[in-house]
């Protein structure tokens, strides 16, 4: 089980030793996963407060380089290197690329936009797009419970986003947030394909690596000397959030979640982000928690379990 409080170690650390020596069950998996959805959601406004302090682009490229910094780290007390087979290069050097765009993408969009608003457009859109992506690459329909959860998550994204009474869904931030779940499920391809040649937290660091080499040359380095001297506790506990613990460890479980469940498996889960993103957007900067959220949140919770409910083994014993 990854144990996530630990005097001495990482939980980070705790759940891949576990990943690592094979003793990671589907229902420990779930339970990581599961956590991580709700970090991811509590991060949209966590990065909203930090969109305040510095632009974008220079907010991206601190977080990645913090990221990169402490899962170097990791790779480090894990023992296992930085070598990366030739297979997987392909693979984490287009999914960085991806996450870069997609870190634009992102943080434009909070810029602009609502984050619990955004958190629901993405999240909703992500698990349908990389659904609809397998379609047409495998050419295989989703099964019937599959098929019930993809539309419990429709139908919950319409709830939340009230797409009754929205005529601007394109407006503000929501387009980037459009674009940012469609790059996010295309990533989430080739981290699942690419990290299945090896160690799957070597190849993240190697993917935030690339991340962070892409969106260096579009820093403002007088903006990110000025950083250094902000004394101000939220913009580092914020700061430290969303890098070490949102993308260090919840965003690696996932990845990891793709190499064992699947791409359109994993991206299921992202169903549960909305309702974490709603009401920690309620408690951090007061955005208000209204029914057709609560109603949206549980729809999304339904749509998880039936995409992931197995189908019941029937034992033929007429023949014995």
Same mark, same amino acid.
């Given at each position: 089980?990854?144990?996530?409080?630990?005097?001495?170690?990482?939980?980070?650390?705790?759940?891949? =030793? %576990?990943?690592?020596?094979?003793?990671?069950?589907?229902?420990? !998996? @779930?339970? &990581? *996963?599961?956590?991580?959805?709700? /970090?991811?959601?509590?991060?949209?406004?966590?990065?909203?407060?930090?969109?305040?302090?510095?632009?974008?682009?220079?907010?991206?490229?601190?977080?990645?380089?913090?990221?990169?910094?402490?899962?170097?780290?990791?790779?480090?007390?894990?023992?296992?290197?930085?070598?990366?087979?030739?297979?997987?290069?392909?693979?984490?050097?287009?999914?960085?690329?991806?996450?870069?765009?997609?870190?634009?993408?992102?943080?434009?969009?909070?810029?602009?936009?609502?984050?619990?608003?955004?958190?629901?457009?993405?999240?909703?859109?992500?698990?349908?797009?990389?659904?609809?992506?397998?379609?047409?690459? =495998? %050419?295989?329909?989703?099964?019937?419970?599959?098929?019930?959860? !993809? @539309?419990? &998550? *429709?139908?919950?994204?319409?709830? /939340?986003?009230?797409?009754?009474?929205?005529?601007?869904?394109?407006?503000?931030?929501?387009?980037?947030?459009?674009?940012?779940?469609?790059?996010?499920?295309?990533?989430?391809?080739?981290?699942?394909?690419?990290?299945?040649?090896?160690?799957?937290?070597?190849?993240?660091?190697?993917?935030?690596?690339?991340?962070?080499?892409?969106?260096?040359?579009?820093?403002?380095?007088?903006?990110?000397?000025?950083?250094?001297?902000?004394?101000?506790?939220?913009?580092?506990?914020?700061?430290?959030?969303?890098?070490?613990?949102?993308?260090?460890?919840?965003?690696?479980?996932?990845?990891?979640?793709?190499?064992?469940?699947?791409?359109?498996?994993?991206?299921?889960?992202?169903?549960?982000?909305?309702?974490?993103?709603?009401?920690?957007?309620?408690?951090?900067?007061?955005?208000?928690?209204?029914?057709?959220?609560?109603?949206?949140?549980?729809?999304?919770?339904?749509?998880?379990?039936?995409?992931?409910?197995?189908?019941?083994?029937?034992?033929?014993?007429?023949?014995?």
């Amino acid at each position: 089980m990854c144990v996530l409080t630990v005097a001495d170690q990482s939980p980070t650390l705790l759940c891949y =030793k %576990k990943m690592k020596g094979k003793q990671v069950t589907d229902k420990h !998996l @779930v339970a &990581g *996963i599961v956590i991580s959805m709700f /970090l991811w959601g509590l991060s949209w406004p966590s990065n909203k407060v930090l969109t305040h302090y510095c632009t974008v682009v220079n907010f991206t490229v601190y977080r990645y380089i913090i990221v990169v910094a402490s899962m170097g780290l990791v790779v480090q007390l894990l023992g296992g290197g930085f070598r990366i087979v030739k297979k997987a290069v392909p693979d984490f050097i287009i999914s960085g690329l991806l996450l870069a765009f997609y870190s634009f993408l992102f943080f434009q969009g909070l810029k602009k936009g609502s984050p619990g608003a955004g958190g629901v457009l993405v999240t909703t859109l992500n698990p349908i797009m990389a659904y609809t992506l397998n379609i047409f690459i =495998k %050419k295989k329909l989703p099964s019937r419970n599959e098929a019930t959860g !993809l @539309v419990l &998550g *429709i139908i919950a994204g319409a709830i /939340l986003l009230r797409l009754w009474d929205n005529s601007s869904l394109l407006d503000g931030g929501n387009l980037f947030f459009l674009l940012a779940a469609l790059t996010w499920a295309v990533m989430s391809k080739f981290t699942s394909k690419g990290s299945q040649h090896g160690s799957s937290i070597s190849f993240s660091l190697w993917q935030y690596m690339v991340t962070l080499l892409c969106l260096l040359p579009l820093t403002n380095f007088t903006e990110m000397r000025a950083a250094v001297h902000i004394k101000d506790a939220a913009f580092w506990l914020n700061l430290i959030f969303s890098s070490a613990i949102v993308t260090t460890m919840a965003t690696t479980i996932y990845f990891y979640s793709t190499t064992r469940l699947g791409a359109e498996k994993a991206s299921s889960f992202i169903f549960l982000v909305p309702l974490a993103a709603a009401l920690s957007s309620w408690g951090m900067l007061g955005e208000r928690i209204l029914p057709h959220t609560i109603v949206g949140g549980l729809l999304g919770i339904a749509a998880v379990y039936y995409i992931n409910k197995r189908k019941p083994v029937v034992i033929d014993i007429a023949g014995e």
